[in-house]
Structure formats: C-alpha cells, structure tokens
C-alpha cells in the first residue's frame, strides 16, 4: 500500500543540517507514527512521503520554506528583565510563551543588564534540512482515528493518546 492522504505512517526518521549536523533522529527510540495529512509532519516531509511504501528507504531534502519556515527578524526582542522575576534564567533556556501569534516557544538569546534578548524563532527555522527516512508501516486510517484527527494503537483513543481522554 503506498501513503497517500489518510494513511498511517509509522517510520523511523534522522533529520541532519547542510553541514552534516545531526540534529534529531527516532532510531533509537519509538518511531513516529502518524495520520498524513494533519499537519503533524512539517509539509517538506511530509510531500517526500507521498507514494512511498512499507520498506523503502529514502532521503529528502527539505528547504527551510518547506520545513520551520524562515527566519523573522521580529521574532527576536528585547524585554524587560522585570518579567522573569523570580525564574533563573540563563541563555538557552527556552519558555512557552503566550504573544499576539498565539502560544509559542521563546528561547532566551542573551542576558543584559535591564533586559533580556529573547528570539520566538523556531530553532530550527532558516535551516535547510535532510532527512533519511525509513517506512516501517502503511495502513488505512480508521474513520474514527480522522475524526479525532489523531491514530488510535492498541485499545482505542485513550490508551493511544494521554490527553484526549481523562
Ligand atoms: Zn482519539
């Protein structure tokens, strides 16, 4: 069965810069496995997948535009120190943040004396990235698995997903 729309992809995935950097990689973890066509994958990726089929093994060169998106030099601000008070910060640190664009991740760039630098960039924005996939499994989505816009494994939605159900 070749992914297409509503397939359930399981793989296994390494994702490194153009310099070679590894960056992230599932093979010694769980794979990821997923409904094609929910926007869980970034849409780079997830377009490579298309027509691939269980077994195969490929890589895809994904541009930054088809993956964490560019770069915006707006992003980046410098607020008042006052707003972390009582926190221990240090660069690097990154923070949930609620801002006009909704809930975003913050990363703090630099420390100064009455402000702190912080960039709402995705880190991985403004990279070009390649990534080597392998297919492990490619099955039907349920009807119910795209009602709730997410996969069900063994024992149905609640077992598969912590927060869907308490
Ligand atoms: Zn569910």
């Given at each position: ?5 509503n ?25 990821l ?14 377009t ?7 077994g ?83 099955r ?14 063994e024992g ?11």
């Open positions: 069965m070749n992914i297409s729309k397939t359930v992809v399981k793989m296994h995935y390494s994702v490194m810069d153009k310099d070679g950097n590894a960056i992230d990689s599932s093979f010694d973890n769980e794979p496995e997923f409904i094609i066509g929910t926007g869980f994958l970034i849409p780079g990726l997830e490579a997948l298309i027509d691939k089929k269980e195969d093994t490929f890589t895809a060169e994904v541009p930054a535009a088809e993956g964490y998106g560019e770069r915006h030099d707006g992003l980046m601000q410098a607020v008042p120190k006052s707003m972390f008070e009582g926190m221990e910060i240090e660069p690097g640190m990154q923070f949930r943040a609620t801002t006009d664009e909704g809930e975003q991740t913050v990363i703090i760039i630099e420390i100064q004396d009455e402000d702190v630098v912080i960039d709402g960039n995705h880190p991985l924005s403004g990279i070009d990235l390649t990534f080597d996939v392998e297919v492990l499994g490619v039907e989505a349920t009807p119910e698995e795209l009602e709730h816009g997410h996969i069900h494994k149905g939605c609640c077992a598969s997903n912590e927060d869907c159900c308490d």
